[in-house]
């Protein structure tokens, strides 16, 4: 049955895995990493479609632990987009006013990277519109053991007790601390997998798998994703 528009909702957190770039690239008999540029511009008109829609916080998976294993020229084209990307949302998010952080151990990228990521995060820190959060070298069980070292060595010091761990205090030392959970989670490209995307987070998230390759993701896709979260076909684009 349909549901009336006041019972329709909009997540306050979307995650995305951001999955299909190769195959996108391959279908054009363009090299992988042009899928990767285009998936990149998908990534800036999605940010806007999301706070449009009403969605609050969006997450995306840009470059997980195994990724390194890719060639070596497939990795420096992403580090490169990343690094573009950090630079142009400098400019980008002073007028969208689009807050930007990273998610993951970003303390093996290269320094300039580092350093580009800590001026968006600080330039972007009073912003109050769409929190982004972009993962790289992320790794959800490399998250969970970052955190419990956290908690480990203030519990070595004497500063938290064993007693005072609970899942809300374990959750303050992940990356996402202070953020809501996504209640949906976007996988594009056909794979049924989460691959250690935000484990803890998703626990009890929706999940929305589609055909669709990144590069072809669009608001159109996305309203799709926020219908079948509201169990209903249609919504956006006419009742
Ligand atoms: C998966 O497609 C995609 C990635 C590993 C990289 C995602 C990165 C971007 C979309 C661009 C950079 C991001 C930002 C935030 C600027 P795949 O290469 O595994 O595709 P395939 O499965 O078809 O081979």
Not at 105 to 123: F, G, H, N, T, Y
Not at 148 to 174: A, C, M, Q, W
Not at 209 to 232: C, H, M, Q, S
């Amino acid at each position: 049955m349909a549901k009336k528009p006041e019972e329709y909702r909009v997540p306050r957190h979307v995650c995305i895995i951001m999955d299909g770039n190769g195959r996108w690239a391959k279908k054009r008999l363009l090299p992988r990493k042009a899928g990767h540029v285009q998936g990149a511009r998908v990534v800036e008109q999605i940010c806007e479609d999301a706070w449009n829609l009403g969605i609050e916080y969006l997450t995306v998976y840009a470059f997980s632990t195994e990724n390194w294993q890719r060639p070596k020229d497939e990795v420096d084209a992403l580090m490169n987009l990343l690094r573009k990307y950090m630079k142009d949302s400098l400019a980008r998010s002073s007028k969208n006013n689009m807050r930007v952080r990273v998610l993951g151990d970003i303390s093996v990228l290269d320094e300039d990277l580092q350093q580009s990521i800590r001026e968006l995060e600080e330039a972007s820190a009073q912003n109050t519109g769409l929190k982004f959060q972009v993962a790289i070298n992320y790794g959800g069980r490399n998250e969970i053991v970052r955190a419990t070292r956290k908690i480990s060595e203030l519990v070595r010091d004497g500063k938290l007790s064993p007693e005072d761990i609970t899942e809300n205090t374990f959750s303050e030392y992940l990356d996402t601390a202070g953020m809501p959970d996504p209640e949906l989670m976007i996988r594009t490209s056909g794979e049924l997998r989460t691959s250690n995307f935000l484990p803890w987070q998703i626990a009890y998230s929706e999940f929305y798998f589609t055909n669709v390759l990144w590069p072809d993701f669009d608001k159109k896709e996305l309203e799709n994703a926020i219908d079948f979260y509201n169990g209903r076909e249609r919504r956006f684009g006419g009742i």
